[in-house]
């Protein structure tokens, strides 16, 4: 028995203390206002951090005394206290057009589910002060008077549209003299190219048909046979064959450190040498002999997969670069000027906008 009735005064202390640590207040700035103005009113409330707070809700113009009406509720601001608690803080703008002392009843404040009466507060409003001895004083309404003309604030926008004008009028010079300078057109041509070995298959096919190994020219089907090779190993290798000696040729392609076929070709060059200059006769067998070595040595040292496509640009002359170059310096400029006027224009409309 006796254990209970700690426990039950326990919770009674506990229950004391929080309702102790909410505390509820509000108050008027300035209590005294002319008819028309705004009064500050400023409801506190202290408690602790995680308890639910609900404030008195009103709507602008409502009435919350007779003769006092609401302007606006502006929102809660919440801060932390040094004693671990918080205060939120709610401000009701405030309004009356009667004079006389109003008495502004208490507001209900509800934290956790229980309600705490905040103390009334008073509002005195006065008559605005009129001078009743001298009503010549006063005088009607004045018309609305138009603003006289000052050089000083139409000045500026002047000399802009002055400046715009001047700007519009290069843009258009530049632009006619854009037009006079035609573009030059460099059109660039994607042609398809053969490979080097692809070029010597042909021409050899060509040689085949017209049956040369088997005419009674040998010195032109060595002469053609010979050049088709020095056509391909200039185009292959890199070095100019076409201007070299058989040996010379041969010499290259070892210092290349290409040895395949070496032994062949150097017959071959051999034999055409001796039918171009010596006059040396050839036998049938050893012209196919020399022809399918040609071959072998084309279908041995050929590289594939090669770019088959050649991109070709036109050459241009000096006065075509000026041109160009004419071109892309006028279109910057047109393109500058241009920024320049639409935001002088911009900056003019912005202010005509002030003044009026």
Not at 97 to 103: P, R, S, W
Not at 251 to 277: G, I, Y
Not at 314 to 328: A, F, H, Q, V
Request: aromatic share 8%.
């Amino acid at each position: 028995m006796k254990n209970r009735s700690i426990f039950v005064i326990c919770l009674l202390l506990s229950a004391l203390n929080a309702f102790a640590q909410v505390s509820v207040e509000s108050k008027i700035n300035p209590m005294e206002i002319t008819m028309g103005e705004q009064v500050d009113l400023t409801l506190t409330v202290t408690m602790k951090r995680g308890q639910m707070l609900e404030m008195p809700i009103f709507q602008p113009s409502q009435m919350i005394a007779e003769g006092v009406e609401v302007v606006e509720a502006l929102p809660a601001d919440t801060a932390e206290t040094t004693d671990g608690l918080i205060k939120v803080t709610k401000v009701y703008k405030l309004t009356s057009f009667d004079e006389k002392l109003h008495y502004v009843p208490a507001f209900k404040v509800r934290v956790d589910s229980k309600e705490y009466t905040t103390q009334n507060l008073a509002l005195k409003v006065l008559e605005v002060p009129v001078d009743t001895l001298h009503p010549e004083n006063f005088y009607p309404p004045k018309d609305v008077q138009d603003n006289p003309f000052q050089w000083s604030e139409w000045s500026g926008l002047f000399w802009c549209s002055l400046l715009l004008i001047a700007l519009m009028c290069l843009i258009f010079y530049l632009r006619v003299c854009m037009r006079e300078n035609k573009p030059v057109l460099a059109r660039v041509r994607i042609v398809k190219r053969l490979l080097p070995h692809q070029k010597a298959m042909q021409e050899i096919e060509k040689i085949k048909a017209e049956g040369m190994s088997v005419s009674g020219d040998q010195k032109a089907y060595y002469t053609r046979l010979t050049d088709t090779l020095r056509k391909y190993i200039e185009e292959r290798f890199g070095f100019n064959a076409m201007e070299m000696t058989s040996s010379e040729i041969i010499e290259n392609l070892q210092q290349a450190e290409d040895q395949t076929m070496m032994d062949e070709l150097r017959e071959l060059f051999t034999t055409a040498d001796l039918v171009k200059f010596a006059k040396y006769s050839t036998l049938i067998n050893e012209n196919d002999a020399n022809l399918v070595n040609a071959i072998e040595f084309i279908n041995t040292t050929k590289l594939e997969n090669q770019p088959t496509t050649e991109r070709i640009e036109p050459e241009l002359s000096d006065t075509d670069k000026r041109n160009i170059r004419s071109r892309k310096t006028l279109r910057w400029a047109i393109i500058g000027l241009v920024a320049v006027a639409v935001a002088l224009f911009l900056y003019m409309v912005y202010q005509i906008y002030l003044l009026l």
